[in-house]
């Protein structure tokens, strides 16, 4: 049993489907696009049922590839069930899809979620009222807190079993203006008179025929002689309004369709045209003098947590247990055994030294990932998206590339990804190439390592700067990008700002153990192989014999052949230009390579040992390089596949190394100036 969930972005469907699949979940591409596809399986009264969550869209046009992707899913792989999933608060905009879903034939349920929010406004929604109107069961349902959920499934489990249907005919009954009814039914009898069409859903490629949907008519392949008749119909269906236009004609009357049936099945309270209590505090976080302002205090503070006392003390915590307490029992059962000299280096500086001195900064990694995701669960991010439309706009961007650099707080990797819902290829390869310059999880240790050391009074300040350089420098790029490679005009940005919400802590869970997870396998796989690949290189020579002195290991004379490049940028000593290339791999890698290869067992000798080799303004000039050079391997592979096209992923990493260079060669060159 295929049970398909869709809906409006925001409307709650990411947050039903992870109630239902929880970590049954699997994670691709559809076939042919570069769309995200999930699917999860959920065990319910003894049935399999498979859940795929479609790509959230507002309409069924073929304007963006997720619209096309549902389409497709929904005319072609035909689940047995669809659910579409409307945000309660906002109803009239989420029917606009829901009408459009009927007219393909799949069985349906609607499900109004968010109706605690619905009942806390005043508002009564009766959803029986719609269902009879609609002709199709309605549910309400509040999806974060479980809400009639299990209803929902057990009513969708249900329709499932009934075979009965025609993919022909529309599902439920929609009641248009006599005009749009009629030019709808004549197409429909026009397609109808072709048998080898009767298996499709006509009802809907008759409304997309009528509206002057391109891609529907190419998929019906139709002669000209059908065409001409459905021109025909189409004229003097614009003949009957002043409008003249067919795509405004069938939009309005859907639109008052829909006004018809919420003022009949709605009660809103309170008086007409009374702000919200998310339009009150729009006025002032959106407000066009105080928006930036409170988005960077905002960002200021969450970093200041992250490495505060409290992140700090946990961080610490971890040090101490794996720094010492292991490292100290590790060393006496080895002279117990009496174990040669190189299982103590091998276990203690490359396995315990180099994957624990990156778990030691996980606890900051939460606290990140864990302010990020109240932002995001909030509504916050979708307003610092409208926040930054503006500027963004300067360099040829709109508020929509924002998103996937915001996501570039987190991975890099899924934030290129993410840039594929833009439409406009210009835009999309643009936000590809500048989104590396926002500072990924992963470089975090790098920042936190050298603030620890080099800048104690103000750890959380000298991180906090590493973002904003890498968003200055991601719009001064923008900028050069925009007058080189990127000419021509800006397209229009028009985003939904959801309602303010409280976090649901069981999403918020979710959320923050995903990220975890992922570092813990990270750390477990790619940082434990470094390690140990680092202290192999470090220790063995050319003739992979084991040095006394490993200034005559490969990795030492690979880093002198490297060092001179990066000496006028102040760390141009063989450890630091291996770590620099070990961080191509995975950029946690940089901390456990300079674990091994400074010999340092634990935080404190790491601490001692960059001291000697770095002064504050080089070790600055070192995490501004860490920040904006060529992305790790696996984000060079996504945007080789998100730009199909190796030239452009060569390009992109050529250039971020190039503007990583320039920075930092203005940075250490400019404190020495200033600072003597």
Not at 158 to 173: I, Q, Y
Not at 343 to 368: E, K, M, R, S, Y
Not at 378 to 387: E, H, P, Q, T, V
Not at 607 to 613: H, K, V
Request: with cysteine; glycine share 10%; hydrophobic share 50%.
């Amino acid at each position: 049993m295929k049970i398909a969930l869709t809906g409006n972005p925001n409307s709650g469907k990411t947050t039903l489907f992870n109630l239902y699949t929880g970590s049954n979940q699997y994670v691709g591409n559809w076939a042919g696009v570069t769309v995200e596809k999930k699917e999860g399986s959920v065990k319910y009264k003894g049935e399999s049922i498979t859940l795929v969550d479609l790509p959230g869209i507002y309409s069924l046009s073929p304007y963006s590839m997720e619209e096309i992707v549902t389409r497709r899913v929904l005319i072609e792989e035909r689940p047995d069930v669809l659910i579409d999933i409307l945000d309660g608060t906002n109803i009239e905009r989420n029917l606009y899809l829901a009408l459009q879903l009927m007219e393909l034939g799949v069985p349906m349920i609607l499900a109004v979620n968010m109706m605690d929010e619905v009942r806390q406004k005043g508002d009564r929604l009766d959803c029986a009222e719609l269902s009879r109107q609609l002709g199709v069961q309605v549910i309400p349902i509040t999806a974060k807190k479980g809400e009639n959920t299990k209803e929902l499934l057990e009513a969708a489990a249900a329709l499932a079993r009934n075979p009965a249907r025609d993919p022909s005919r529309s599902v439920g009954k929609v009641a248009y203006d006599r005009a749009t009814e009629q030019a709808i039914l004549d197409v429909y009898v026009i397609l109808w008179e072709i048998p080898g069409l009767r298996g499709l859903p006509l009802g809907f490629y008759a409304a997309k025929l009528l509206e002057g949907d391109k891609k529907a008519g190419e998929a019906l392949n139709l002669d000209k002689e059908t065409a001409g008749r459905i021109e025909r119909v189409v004229a003097a269906y614009e003949a009957s309004s002043p409008y003249g236009d067919r795509e405004t004609m069938l939009a309005d009357a859907r639109y008052k369709s829909i006004t018809a049936m919420v003022e009949k099945a709605m009660v809103k309270a309170g008086a007409e045209g009374g702000l919200s209590l998310s339009d009150k505090i729009d006025l002032v976080i959106t407000n066009r003098i105080l928006a930036l302002p409170i988005f960077l205090l905002i960002m200021f503070f969450m970093f200041a947590l992250t490495f505060g006392p409290v992140g700090s003390f946990l961080s610490g915590g971890i040090d101490f247990i794996l720094g010492d307490m292991l490292t100290r029992w590790v060393t006496g059962l080895l002279s117990s055994a009496a174990a040669p000299g190189w299982t103590h280096g091998l276990l203690v500086d490359a396995i315990i030294g180099g994957v624990g001195g990156v778990l030691t900064f996980l606890p900051q990694i939460l606290i990140l990932f864990t302010c990020l995701s109240v932002l995001e669960d909030s509504g916050y991010m979708a307003r610092a998206a409208f926040i930054m439309d503006r500027l963004l706009h300067k360099i040829g961007l709109t508020g929509k590339s924002f998103i996937p650099m915001l996501m570039g707080f987190g991975c890099t990797t899924p934030a290129v990804m993410a840039a594929r819902t833009m439409e406009n290829d210009r835009d999309r390869k643009m936000t590809i190439m500048i989104t590396p310059f926002m500072s990924c999880g992963a470089k975090l240790p790098v920042y936190a390592l050298f603030a620890s050391i080099f800048f104690t009074e103000h750890e959380g300040a000298a991180v906090f700067s590493m973002y904003i350089i890498g968003m200055v420098t991601a719009v001064v790029s923008g900028l050069f990008l925009r007058g080189t490679l990127f000419r021509g005009t800006v397209a229009p940005f028009v985003m939904e700002l959801p309602p303010y919400r409280l976090p649901s802590p069981g999403a918020l869970l979710r959320h923050v153990w995903e990220k975890a997870k992922g570092f813990l396998i990270k750390a477990g796989t790619i940082i434990f192989s470094m390690s140990v690949l680092t202290w192999l290189l470090q220790n063995l020579d050319w003739s992979l014999q084991l040095v006394l002195d490993n200034r005559d290991s490969i990795f030492a004379s690979v880093g002198r052949g490297l060092a001179p490049i990066f000496a006028p940028l102040g760390f141009g000593n063989w450890q630091a230009a291996v770590s620099i290339l070990a961080g191509l791999i995975a950029k946690e890698t940089v901390v456990s390579s300079m674990l091994v290869l400074y010999g340092a067992g634990s935080g404190e000798a790491l601490a001692s040992a960059l001291a000697a080799a770095f002064d504050p303004v080089s070790a600055f000039s070192f995490m501004v390089f860490c920040l904006l050079y060529m992305p790790c391997i696996s984000a060079f592979v996504s945007i080789k596949r998100e730009m199909n096209s190796w030239r452009w992923a060569i390009l992109t990493a050529a250039f971020t190394t190039a503007v990583a260079y320039i920075i930092s060669l203005v940075v250490y060159q400019g404190g020495r100036l200033i600072f003597g």
